[in-house]
C-alpha cells in the first residue's frame, strides 16, 4: 500500500467528523432565515467551540482509555474565577488569563495524581474531583456575575477582517500550542501507548506515567480555555450545576462522533472538534426547522446514545466470547 | 566454558511466587558471539529467569554481573539500558500504533522535543530490513498485522535498541516456516557481530540447529550444561523429566471395552488458527487427559465445548446426537448437562467479594428457585451436601470466598458445578497453584465422578497428573491432535516425546555441526 493509504486509514475518523459537520452545518445555514453569513458563523462559531475545547479536553484522557468526569465543572470553576479576576488594565487582565489557565492545569493535574499515583478508576477520581471543583466555583459565585475586560472579549469573539470568526482562530492557534506538540511528544506517544495496551508499553520501557499525567494535566488546561471563552461571551461568571454537567456529556459525545475510541489508543483532538461542531450542529437543527426547544435535550440525547453505540460495533467481530468482557 | 569471561553472568537466584519455587539457586553464563539454548518442561523455570534478567521481576536472592561488574535492574527499561534486550512470548506491541512508532517506542529520536518523523521511519525500515521483514510497511497498524508478522515487527523492535544480549522466548511459536528460515539467518548473523543470543524454545529440532552452548532447566535449577550437540535428544528429555513421582493416584479401573455411544464426540472442530481439526470422544466413566506444552489450542478445545467461541466449524455430539451449543448457559442445561472448570479460578471460576455461599449456588440457581425466588432451604441443603463432600474448609458459608486458600477456592469451584450433577465436567489445568493435598483429593474425586458415570476431560499442564490420572491422553500440538496414548502409554518419555513433536528413539536432525 501507499503511505497516503495508511495516512487516510488513520484519519479516517477525523475525515467522517468533518464530513458529518460539513453536511450538518449546510443544512443548517440553507434552512436559516439569515442563511450563510458571516453573523450567523460567527454566532456558531462562538457556541462551537465552547464545546470544542472541552471536548479536546476529554480526547486527551480518553486517549489513555480513561475518562474525565470532572471536564466540564474545571469549565464552570474557571468560568466562575475568570468572572474575578481577568479584568482590569492590560497587565491585570493578562495576570487574571494565567492564573485561570493555571487554575486549570492545576485541576487536571490533580486528576491525573489521583488516576496515576492513587491508582484509582478514572471514572470515581473524577466524578469526586468533579463534585469538588463545583463546590469551589459555587463559593466564588454563588450568584450569577462579576464582569471581564470587555475589550479583550469583545476581540476574542468577534470577527477578524469582518468575515472570520476570532474564536476560530484561538481554537487554531490552541490546537497548534497544544495539541500539536503533545501529540507529536514522547509524553504523547506514551498516552497513545498507555491507551492501547498498558502492558506491552510498560514492558517496552515506556514512560506511561509521566504521559498519562501530561494528559490528565493538559485537559484540564483546555477546559479552562473553554472556561475563560465562556466568560468572554456571557461576561459573567456563573456556577451553573446543569451546564457544567451538560458539557462533559457532550465533549464524551463529541469525541465519539470524532473517531476517537473510548477504549483509548485512538483518535486526534482534530476529530472530536468537528465532533463538537457537528453535534453542536446538530442540536441547533431544531431552531431552524422551528421545533420547539422543549425537544432538544430529548434529541441531544438520542444523538448521544447513538454516538456511543457506534463504538459497540467493534464486539461483533469478536469470536471468543470470553473477550467481550476485557 | 572455554575460559573466556562471560559477557554475563547469573549466580545463586532464588524466586518465589508465594509458596511456589520458581528458581532455586539458578545459575547461567552468556558469552558473547554465541548462541544459547535454554531447554526444560513447562514451569521449569525458564520464564522466570528471563523476566529477571530482562528486569521485569526482581530475584529473591543471587547475584547479576555483566562484563565483570554487578548489576540490578529495577525495570524492563533499566535491563534495556544495558543492552539486555528480551523478545517475550506474550507480545508486547502496542496495537493501535504504526510498526515504525511501536519500533522506536522505548527511546524515539526526537527533534525540538517532538518526535522526528522521517527518522523514526528510517530507523523503522533498516529494522525491518535487518530482521529480514522489509515487506512490513512502517505506516501500517499493528493490529491490522497478522500474528507471524508481528512477531517479526518484535523483533526488529528489539534489533532497534542495539542490545549486546538478545533473549527470545518461543520468538519462533508463531512463525511460519519461511520467517523462521529468516530469523535463523539474522540471528546467525547477529552471531558473528559479537551479540549473545539466548534462544527458549521447546522445539528441539530449532535448539540443534542454531545453539552453540544448551542449559536444561528443571524444578527450577540448571540441572545440565552442554556444548551443543554433544547429547542425543533422548538424553536431553531425560535430563529435562528426572523427578520423582510426587502426588498419589487412586488406582484406574481396569479398562472397559469402549462404550457403544460416547457422551461426549468433536468431529473436526477448527477455530481460528488455534483449532484444527481435532476429533475427539470421552465416554462415560471415561477421564480423557489433554496434554501438550502450554497454550497449544488446549484451552480453546475447552471453550469450544463450553459454547465460548464464535465461528466454531466442526459438529460437537452428546450421546451420539448433534447438537449446537450456543452459550455457557446453554452448555450446562439438561441435554447437555456440561460444566468447565476454568483455569483462572479468580477471573473466570468466583465472584472474590461474595460469600461462600452465593458462589456455590451460582450455577444452580435455576433449579433452585421457583418463579424466580431462591428456595433458601434446598440451598442450605445442597450447599451442606457439597461442603461435606468436598471437605471445603472455611470459617463460615458468609465470609467472602476470597478469604479461603487457593485449594478451597478451587473446591468451591468445583462443588458449584458439582451442584448440577453434571455428565460433562471440563476440567482446565484446576491443579495450578493449589497444594498437594488438596491436588490429591481432587484426584480421588475425579475418579469417584467417573466412577458414577460422568465423562471427563482434563487438561493439565502436570505430566504425573496426566500420567496419573488418564485413561487415554489426546496429546496436541499447534492446535490439532497429534498422538492418543493409552493406558499403559502414558508415559512421561512418550508424553514430552509428542508434545515436542519429535517422534520415539532417533532424532531427526544431524546434530554436531560445531566441532
Same mark, same amino acid.
Given at each position: 500500500?501507499?503511505?497516503?493509504?495508511? @495516512?487516510?486509514?488513520?484519519?479516517?475518523?477525523?475525515?467522517?467528523?468533518?464530513?458529518?459537520?460539513?453536511?450538518?452545518?449546510?443544512?443548517?445555514?440553507?434552512?436559516?432565515?439569515?442563511?450563510?453569513?458571516?453573523?450567523?458563523?460567527?454566532?456558531?462559531?462562538?457556541?462551537?467551540?465552547?464545546?470544542?475545547?472541552?471536548?479536546?479536553?476529554?480526547?486527551?484522557?480518553?486517549?489513555?482509555?480513561?475518562?474525565?468526569?470532572?471536564?466540564?465543572?474545571?469549565?464552570?470553576?474557571?468560568?466562575?474565577?475568570?468572572?474575578?479576576?481577568?479584568?482590569?488594565?492590560?497587565?491585570?487582565?493578562?495576570?487574571?488569563?494565567?492564573?485561570?489557565?493555571?487554575?486549570?492545569?492545576?485541576?487536571?493535574?490533580?486528576?491525573?495524581?489521583?488516576?496515576?499515583?492513587?491508582?484509582?478508576?478514572?471514572?470515581?477520581?473524577?466524578?469526586?474531583?468533579?463534585?469538588?471543583?463545583?463546590?469551589?466555583?459555587?463559593?466564588?459565585?454563588?450568584?450569577?456575575?462579576?464582569?471581564?475586560?470587555?475589550?479583550?472579549?469583545?476581540?476574542?469573539?468577534?470577527?477578524?477582517?469582518?468575515?472570520?470568526?476570532?474564536?476560530?482562530?484561538?481554537?487554531?492557534?490552541?490546537?497548534?500550542?497544544? @495539541?500539536?506538540?503533545?501529540?507529536?511528544?514522547?509524553?504523547?506517544?506514551?498516552?497513545?501507548?498507555?491507551?492501547?495496551?498498558?502492558?506491552?508499553?510498560?514492558?517496552?520501557?515506556?514512560?506511561?506515567?509521566?504521559?498519562?499525567?501530561?494528559?490528565?494535566?493538559?485537559?484540564?488546561?483546555?477546559?479552562?480555555?473553554?472556561?475563560?471563552?465562556?466568560?468572554?461571551?456571557?461576561?459573567?461568571?456563573?456556577?451553573?450545576?446543569?451546564?457544567?454537567?451538560?458539557?462533559?456529556?457532550?465533549?464524551?459525545?463529541?469525541?465519539?462522533?470524532?473517531?476517537?475510541?473510548?477504549?483509548?489508543?485512538?483518535?486526534?483532538?482534530?476529530?472530536?472538534?468537528?465532533?463538537?461542531?457537528?453535534?453542536?450542529?446538530?442540536?441547533?437543527?431544531?431552531?431552524?426547522?422551528?421545533?420547539?426547544?422543549? @425537544?432538544?435535550?430529548?434529541?441531544?440525547?438520542?444523538?448521544?446514545?447513538?454516538?456511543?453505540?457506534?463504538?459497540?460495533?467493534?464486539?461483533?467481530?469478536?469470536?471468543?466470547?470470553?473477550?467481550?468482557?476485557? | 566454558?572455554?575460559?573466556?569471561?562471560?559477557?554475563?553472568?547469573?549466580?545463586?537466584?532464588?524466586?518465589?511466587?508465594?509458596?511456589?519455587?520458581?528458581?532455586?539457586?539458578?545459575?547461567? +553464563?552468556?558469552?558473547?558471539?554465541?548462541?544459547?539454548?535454554?531447554?526444560?518442561?513447562?514451569?521449569?523455570?525458564?520464564?522466570?529467569?528471563?523476566?529477571?534478567?530482562?528486569?521485569?521481576?526482581?530475584?529473591?536472592?543471587?547475584?547479576?554481573?555483566?562484563?565483570?561488574?554487578?548489576?540490578?535492574?529495577?525495570?524492563?527499561?533499566?535491563?534495556?539500558?544495558?543492552?539486555?534486550?528480551?523478545?517475550?512470548?506474550?507480545?508486547?506491541?502496542?496495537?493501535?500504533?504504526?510498526?515504525?512508532?511501536?519500533?522506536?517506542?522505548?527511546?524515539?529520536?526526537?527533534?525540538?522535543?517532538?518526535?522526528?518523523?522521517?527518522?523514526?521511519?528510517?530507523?523503522?525500515?533498516?529494522?525491518? /530490513?535487518?530482521?529480514?521483514?522489509?515487506?512490513?510497511?512502517?505506516?501500517?497498524?499493528?493490529?491490522?498485522?497478522?500474528?507471524?508478522?508481528?512477531?517479526?515487527?518484535?523483533?526488529?523492535?528489539?534489533?532497534?535498541?542495539?542490545?549486546?544480549?538478545?533473549?527470545?522466548?518461543?520468538?519462533?511459536?508463531?512463525?511460519?516456516?519461511?520467517?523462521?528460515?529468516?530469523?535463523?539467518?539474522?540471528?546467525?548473523?547477529?552471531?558473528?557481530?559479537?551479540?549473545?543470543?539466548?534462544?527458549? +524454545?521447546?522445539?528441539?529440532?530449532?535448539?540443534?540447529?542454531?545453539?552453540?552452548?544448551?542449559?536444561?532447566?528443571?524444578?527450577?535449577?540448571?540441572?545440565?550444561?552442554?556444548?551443543?550437540?554433544?547429547?542425543?535428544?533422548?538424553?536431553?528429555?531425560?535430563?529435562?523429566?528426572?523427578?520423582?513421582?510426587?502426588?498419589?493416584?487412586?488406582?484406574?479401573?481396569?479398562?472397559?471395552?469402549?462404550?457403544?455411544?460416547?457422551?461426549?464426540?468433536?468431529?473436526?472442530?477448527?477455530?481460528?488458527?488455534?483449532?484444527?481439526?481435532?476429533?475427539?470422544?470421552?465416554?462415560?466413566?471415561?477421564?480423557?487427559?489433554?496434554?501438550?506444552?502450554?497454550?497449544?489450542?488446549?484451552?480453546?478445545?475447552?471453550?469450544?465445548?463450553?459454547?465460548?467461541?464464535?465461528?466454531?466449524?466442526?459438529?460437537?455430539?452428546?450421546?451420539?446426537?448433534?447438537?449446537?451449543?450456543?452459550?455457557?448457559?446453554?452448555?450446562?442445561?439438561?441435554?447437555?448437562?456440561?460444566?468447565?472448570?476454568?483455569?483462572?479460578?479468580?477471573?473466570?471460576?468466583?465472584?472474590?467479594?461474595?460469600?461462600?455461599?452465593?458462589?456455590? +449456588?451460582?450455577?444452580?440457581?435455576?433449579?433452585?428457585?421457583?418463579?424466580?425466588?431462591?428456595?433458601?432451604?434446598?440451598?442450605?441443603?445442597?450447599?451442606?451436601?457439597?461442603?461435606?463432600?468436598?471437605?471445603?474448609?472455611?470459617?463460615?458459608?458468609?465470609?467472602?470466598?476470597?478469604?479461603?486458600?487457593?485449594?478451597?477456592?478451587?473446591?468451591?469451584?468445583?462443588?458449584?458445578?458439582?451442584?448440577?450433577?453434571?455428565?460433562?465436567?471440563?476440567?482446565?489445568?484446576?491443579?495450578?497453584?493449589?497444594?498437594?493435598?488438596?491436588?490429591?483429593?481432587?484426584?480421588?474425586?475425579?475418579?469417584?465422578?467417573?466412577?458414577?458415570? /460422568?465423562?471427563?476431560?482434563?487438561?493439565?499442564?502436570?505430566?504425573?497428573?496426566?500420567?496419573?490420572?488418564?485413561?487415554?491422553?489426546?496429546?496436541?500440538?499447534?492446535?490439532?491432535?497429534?498422538?492418543?496414548?493409552?493406558? /499403559?502409554?502414558?508415559?512421561?518419555? /512418550?508424553?514430552?516425546?509428542?508434545?515436542?513433536?519429535?517422534?520415539?528413539?532417533?532424532?531427526?536432525?544431524?546434530?554436531?555441526?560445531?566441532?
Amino acid at each position: 500500500m501507499k503511505d497516503w493509504r495508511y @495516512w487516510l486509514a488513520e484519519q479516517r475518523g477525523t475525515l467522517l467528523a468533518l464530513g458529518i459537520f460539513i453536511v450538518m452545518f449546510v443544512i443548517y445555514t440553507s434552512n436559516h432565515p439569515a442563511g450563510f453569513t458571516a453573523n450567523v458563523v460567527q454566532t456558531a462559531a462562538n457556541k462551537g467551540v465552547l464545546l470544542a475545547f472541552v471536548a479536546m479536553a476529554q480526547t486527551l484522557v480518553v486517549i489513555t482509555a480513561g475518562i474525565d468526569l470532572s471536564v466540564g465543572m474545571i469549565f464552570t470553576l474557571t468560568n466562575c474565577l475568570a468572572s474575578w479576576l481577568v479584568i482590569g488594565t492590560g497587565i491585570e487582565t493578562a495576570f487574571g488569563v494565567l492564573a485561570v489557565l493555571g487554575t486549570g492545569l492545576l485541576c487536571g493535574a490533580i486528576n491525573g495524581a489521583i488516576v496515576i499515583y492513587g491508582r484509582l478508576q478514572p471514572i470515581v477520581a473524577t466524578i469526586a474531583t468533579g463534585a469538588v471543583y463545583f463546590g469551589i466555583a459555587l463559593l466564588l459565585r454563588p450568584f450569577p456575575g462579576g464582569s471581564v475586560n470587555e475589550g479583550l472579549a469583545d476581540a476574542l469573539t468577534g470577527r477578524l477582517f469582518g468575515v472570520v470568526p476570532a474564536s476560530l482562530v484561538v481554537l487554531l492557534a490552541v490546537v497548534l500550542i497544544v @495539541w500539536v506538540p503533545f501529540s507529536r511528544s514522547v509524553l504523547g506517544r506514551a498516552a497513545y501507548a498507555a491507551g492501547s495496551s498498558e502492558t506491552a508499553a510498560y514492558m517496552s520501557g515506556v514512560p506511561i506515567r509521566r504521559g498519562k499525567f501530561a494528559a490528565y494535566a493538559l485537559a484540564g488546561l483546555l477546559a479552562a480555555v473553554g472556561g475563560l471563552f465562556l466568560t468572554f461571551f456571557t461576561y459573567t461568571g456563573d456556577a451553573a450545576y446543569a451546564s457544567g454537567n451538560a458539557y462533559t456529556l457532550f465533549s464524551i459525545a463529541a469525541v465519539v462522533l470524532g473517531g476517537v475510541s473510548l477504549f483509548g489508543g485512538k483518535g486526534s483532538a482534530i476529530g472530536a472538534i468537528f465532533g463538537a461542531l457537528a453535534f453542536r450542529t446538530i442540536g441547533d437543527l431544531l431552531f431552524v426547522f422551528d421545533f420547539d426547544p422543549l @425537544w432538544q435535550p430529548l434529541f441531544q440525547g438520542v444523538i448521544l446514545l447513538i454516538a456511543v453505540s457506534l463504538g459497540a460495533f467493534a464486539l461483533f467481530r469478536v469470536r471468543n466470547r470470553l473477550e467481550w468482557f476485557l | 566454558m572455554d575460559g573466556a569471561i562471560p559477557l554475563f553472568r547469573m549466580e545463586g537466584i532464588s524466586k518465589r511466587y508465594g509458596g511456589v519455587r520458581a528458581l532455586e539457586k539458578a545459575e547461567l +553464563s552468556v558469552s558473547s558471539g554465541s548462541i544459547h539454548g535454554i531447554l526444560g518442561e513447562n514451569g521449569a523455570g525458564k520464564s522466570t529467569l528471563i523476566k529477571v534478567m530482562a528486569g521485569v521481576v526482581a530475584p529473591d536472592e543471587g547475584r547479576m554481573t555483566l562484563d565483570g561488574r554487578e548489576v540490578t535492574f529495577a525495570s524492563p527499561a533499566a535491563a534495556n539500558q544495558a543492552g539486555i534486550v528480551c523478545i517475550f512470548q506474550e507480545l508486547s506491541l502496542v496495537p493501535e500504533l504504526s510498526v515504525a512508532d511501536n519500533i522506536v517506542i522505548s527511546d524515539p529520536p526526537t527533534r525540538f522535543g517532538m518526535i522526528d518523523r522521517k527518522a523514526q521511519r528510517r530507523i523503522a525500515e533498516e529494522a525491518l /530490513a535487518r530482521a529480514g521483514a522489509a515487506d512490513i510497511h512502517p505506516l501500517a497498524l499493528v493490529k491490522d498485522l497478522p500474528l507471524s508478522r508481528r512477531q517479526m515487527v518484535e523483533i526488529a523492535k528489539a534489533l532497534a535498541r542495539k542490545p549486546r544480549i538478545l533473549i527470545l522466548d518461543e520468538a519462533t511459536s508463531a512463525l511460519t516456516a519461511t520467517d523462521v528460515a529468516k530469523i535463523f539467518g539474522v540471528l546467525k548473523r547477529l552471531r558473528s557481530e559479537g551479540l549473545a543470543l539466548l534462544y527458549i +524454545s521447546h522445539r528441539m529440532n530449532e535448539i540443534a540447529e542454531l545453539a552453540d552452548q544448551c542449559t536444561v532447566f528443571r524444578n527450577g535449577r540448571n540441572v545440565a550444561s552442554y556444548a551443543a550437540g554433544t547429547k542425543s535428544d533422548n538424553e536431553v528429555v531425560e535430563l529435562m523429566i528426572g523427578r520423582e513421582y510426587s502426588h498419589i493416584f487412586p488406582p484406574k479401573p481396569p479398562r472397559a471395552s469402549a462404550a457403544a455411544v460416547p457422551v461426549l464426540e468433536a468431529r473436526k472442530l477448527s477455530w481460528t488458527d488455534r483449532l484444527d481439526n481435532v476429533s475427539l470422544t470421552v465416554g462415560a466413566g471415561e477421564v480423557v487427559g489433554l496434554g501438550g506444552l502450554d497454550g497449544q489450542g488446549q484451552r480453546e478445545l475447552l471453550l469450544a465445548f463450553f459454547g465460548v467461541l464464535r465461528g466454531l466449524s466442526g459438529q460437537i455430539f452428546i450421546d451420539g446426537k448433534p447438537v449446537a451449543i450456543a452459550s455457557p448457559a446453554a452448555a450446562r442445561e439438561d441435554g447437555i448437562g456440561m460444566a468447565l472448570i476454568p483455569e483462572d479460578r479468580k477471573t473466570e471460576g468466583l465472584m472474590l467479594p461474595m460469600t461462600v455461599r452465593e458462589n456455590l +449456588s451460582f450455577a444452580a440457581l435455576d433449579r433452585l428457585s421457583k418463579a424466580g425466588i431462591i428456595d433458601r432451604a434446598a440451598e442450605q441443603r445442597l450447599i451442606d451436601d457439597m461442603v461435606g463432600l468436598l471437605a471445603i474448609k472455611t470459617a463460615g458459608l458468609d465470609i467472602p470466598v476470597g478469604a479461603l486458600s487457593g485449594g478451597n477456592q478451587q473446591k468451591v469451584v468445583i462443588a458449584k458445578w458439582l451442584m448440577r450433577q453434571p455428565r460433562i465436567i471440563l476440567l482446565n489445568d484446576p491443579t495450578r497453584g493449589i497444594d498437594v493435598g488438596t491436588k490429591q483429593e481432587l484426584y480421588q474425586l475425579m475418579r469417584k465422578l467417573a466412577d458414577a458415570g /460422568a465423562a471427563i476431560l482434563f487438561y493439565s499442564t502436570d505430566y504425573d497428573e496426566l500420567i496419573g490420572c488418564c485413561d487415554r491422553v489426546l496429546v496436541l500440538y499447534d492446535g490439532a491432535v497429534r498422538r492418543e496414548l493409552v493406558g /499403559a502409554e502414558i508415559t512421561e518419555r /512418550a508424553l514430552i516425546a509428542s508434545a515436542l513433536n519429535i517422534h520415539g528413539e532417533e532424532s531427526p536432525v544431524n546434530l554436531g555441526a560445531n566441532a
